[in-house]
T-cell receptor, first 116, second 116 residues
Framework: EAGVTQFPSHSVIEKGQTVTLRCDPISGHDNLYWYRRVMGKEIKFLLHFVKESKQDESGMPNNRFLAERTGGTYSTLKVQPAELEDSGVYFC??????????????FGPGTRLTVL | AQTVTQSQPEMSVQEAETVTLSCTYDTSESDYYLFWYKQPPSRQMILVIRQEAYKQQNATENRFSVNFQKAAKSFSLKISDSQLGDAAMYFCAYRSLYNAGNMLTFGGGTRLMVKP
């Protein structure tokens, strides 16, 4: 079974440009999460999808970030325009049915974003 | 809001020796999950071990075990018979049972180096 995949693995852009990150969750996983780790600090939650709907986007830093999940499958996270403080590693995770008490989140390898 | 603190940014251990990674957390909740995740260099994060707060018995997975002290809000990870493949970033994480989104709250991570 394929794991969570993310594309690209690395992205280097200049301040003011736009970048789109993609996450493909494990097939059949309704829950999809985005997290990021900025400058060696804690990994912080950004948002959570249940299928195609945003369940919780309380961690999104500002309106320069836009997340979508087309048809409840893959998800994209667009940063427009990118700022220096957006540099970091963006992780995606997916999990199965949220009705279960415990459902493990499986993580992708992350996308390292560098904004110059 | 919950917080997770890992006070050791880096640790090193000799191969075959035992090492303990520290984690403390702050919460007002009585039921929750705690996790240790491992992220090898350039690879995705994987779950090492989890602990349910209502269980008094410490979780164990092969060479990995935890020391869960609920009153002290402490959750350390012990790695016995350390192997070169244990070298990685280790993240401690908290998950509330009361938050429908099940997002994880992470500590800042501990980089473990294993010396041959």
């Amino acid at each position: 079974e394929a794991g969570v995949t993310q594309f690209p693995s690395h992205s280097v852009i200049e301040k003011g440009q736009t970048v789109t990150l993609r996450c493909d969750p494990i097939s059949g996983h309704d829950n999809l999460y985005w997290y990021r780790r900025v400058m060696g600090k804690e990994i912080k939650f950004l948002l959570h999808f249940v299928k195609e709907s945003k369940q919780d986007e309380s961690g999104m830093p500002n309106n320069r970030f836009l997340a979508e999940r087309t048809g409840g499958t893959y998800s994209t996270l667009k940063v427009q325009p990118a700022e220096l403080e957006d540099s970091g590693v963006y992780f995606c995770a997916s999990s199965q049915d949220r009705e279960r008490i415990y459902n493990e989140q499986f993580f992708g390898p992350g996308t390292r974003l560098t904004v110059l | 809001a919950q917080t997770v603190t890992q006070s050791q940014p880096e640790m090193s251990v000799q191969e075959a020796e035992t090492v303990t990674l520290s984690c403390t957390y702050d919460t007002s909740e009585s039921d929750y999950y705690l996790f240790w995740y491992k992220q090898p260099p350039s690879r995705q994060m994987i779950l090492v071990i989890r602990q349910e707060a209502y269980k008094q018995q410490n979780a164990t997975e092969n060479r990995f075990s935890v020391n869960f002290q609920k009153a002290a809000k402490s959750f350390s990870l012990k790695i016995s018979d350390s192997q070169l493949g244990d070298a990685a970033m280790y993240f401690c994480a908290y998950r509330s049972l009361y938050n429908a989104g099940n997002m994880l709250t992470f500590g800042g991570g501990t980089r473990l180096m294993v010396k041959p």
